[in-house]
């Protein structure tokens, strides 16, 4: 009998988790091999960020629950600990949806201790000493508060989570996957390097993210029925990041994460990093959408930048992307309203890329038309809260033990006809908001 090994594509928070949970559940000495294009935790995928939203705050139960799982996690686990904090959530959707009474509900339905509430515009601009009472509340009823979620350095967490699974015995190797490796009888045995090097193993995991389209159409360029197709897009949205001063760090250290998914403003903010950083997301994603030479068929792929970072400075953002640097001031503006943009001037930007689904499920499955190919991503924006356990349930599904649930929401063959697109769907493309000469 064959030993059983494992090659796990893709450093972020679900190749890494998926690395811990196989190094602590398979006997001792089976190959793991954990494979990224840069060293951990690598500056090229959306986990590598100076902090993540963690909350249990969803309209789905499935999600609530996992939410709170995680979030047990974050606050007793010993590897993970450290890096969360708990601050507390303000999330803010239109005044014609229903999604912050749906998250209530579930809190209450869920059986699990909660606090969280539905509060008025009015005692929002009172809470945080009026922190708030500048926003921009256009088209706002009913808000959410939850003082139980907050948020975790997400980089540190990643580096962890990767230093603990190497101490189990997982190898951590640098190098850009090529293409899978699939001999005759369609049974894929592993994956080759951009470099010629060829890893085996007998299950060859893809944690690839943003990436993970093109990776498959690299390996399969003319077997169509073998690509990602409409199940996942590379997708991105601008982050901007304040370097505070001291006395703003004072300033801001106690404020809670505040999501304002209303209006013009479409975005969130979290309170600031030890080292002092202020982070605004804008979130309304986009493409990135190229022929891809070798099947000519078309995908969105990340932007590669030349330089080895990911960080743009002002003036490279607003000479490129004009239109980007805008939309970070007007999350900065409705957030904290317009004369903050004074004080609250972002340092580094960067286009943060993840792999999304229309369904906001992630993908947790195998291949099916490729044995011993597995696809454990998408994290479609939501996914990195889940660094803790989400490897747990990837685990499950290698030894086909997934709950009905899981496997039906995850698999990489549901249906997704007739799906309405969730509010974080990419709907414009990149190359139209550059600066037109």
């Known amino acids: 009998m064959t030993k059983e090994s494992y090659l796990i594509i893709g450093?972020?928070?679900?190749?890494?988790?998926?690395?811990?949970?196989?190094?602590r559940c398979m006997p001792s000495g089976t190959p793991i091999t954990l494979v990224d294009r840069a060293p951990f935790p690598s500056p090229h995928g959306a986990s590598w960020d100076i902090n993540k939203v963690v909350r249990a705050d969803y309209a789905s139960m499935f999600y609530t629950k996992l939410g709170l799982q995680t979030l047990k996690a974050w606050r007793t686990n010993p590897l993970f600990k450290p890096?969360?904090?708990?601050?507390?959530?303000?999330?803010?959707?239109p005044s014609k949806s229903n999604i912050a009474e749906d998250m209530l509900r579930n809190f209450k339905e869920s059986g699990e201790h909660y606090?969280?509430?539905l509060i008025s515009v009015e005692r929002c601009k009172e809470m945080f000493n009026g922190f708030y009472k500048d926003a921009n509340y256009d088209?706002?009823?009913?808000?959410?508060?939850?003082p139980?979620?907050?948020?975790?350095e997400a980089s540190r967490a990643l580096e962890t989570t990767i230093s603990e699974a190497i101490r189990?015995?997982?190898q951590y190797e640098v190098g850009s996957v090529a293409r899978a490796v699939v001999d005759d009888q369609g049974v894929c045995t592993g994956a080759l390097m951009d470099d010629g090097r060829e890893f085996s193993a007998s299950h060859v995991i893809l944690s690839t993210g943003a990436n993970t389209a093109k990776v498959l159409a690299d390996s399969f360029p003319k077997k169509q029925e073998l690509w990602a197709a409409k199940r996942t897009i590379a997708a991105g949205v601008v982050v901007g990041a304040v370097d505070l001063t001291s006395e703003q760090i004072d300033k801001y250290k106690d404020v809670p994460v505040f999501v304002l998914d209303a209006n013009e403003t479409q975005g969130q903010t979290m309170p600031p990093t030890p080292d002092g950083k202020l982070k605004f997301n804008r979130d309304i994603p986009f493409t990135n959408t190229v022929t891809h030479s070798p099947s000519g068929h078309e995908i969105s792929v990340p932007l590669i930048r030349p330089s080895s970072h990911q960080y743009l400075s002002p003036s490279e953002l607003s000479s490129t992307y004009p239109s980007l640097f805008s939309e970070v001031n007007t999350v900065i503006s409705g957030i904290y309203g317009p004369d903050s943009l004074e004080q609250l001037k972002p340092t580094t930007y960067r286009l943060c890329w993840d792999a999304s689904t229309r369904d906001e499920n992630f993908y947790?499955?195998?291949h099916h038309r490729v044995q011993n190919l597995y696809i454990a991503t998408a994290g479609t924006w939501h996914g990195w809260k889940f660094l803790p356990i989400i490897g747990e349930y990837v685990v499950k599904m290698l030894q086909g033990e997934l709950g009905e649930e899981e496997r039906k929401k995850w698999d990489w063959d549901r249906d997704l006809s007739g799906v309405p697109d969730w509010h974080m769907t990419a709907g414009r493309e990149l190359k139209d908001l550059e600066r037109k000469e």
Do not use: K, R
């Open 11 to 23: 450093a972020g928070a679900f190749g890494a988790s998926t690395a811990l949970h196989l190094s």
């Open 148 to 152: 139980l979620c907050g948020w975790a």
């Open 83 to 93: 890096f969360y904090h708990q601050s507390g959530m303000i999330t803010i959707f």
């Open 139 to 146: 088209d706002v009823e009913n808000i959410l508060w939850n």
């Open 168 to 170: 189990n015995g997982v």
């Open 115 to 117: 606090e969280a509430e």
């Open 364 to 366: 947790i499955s195998p």
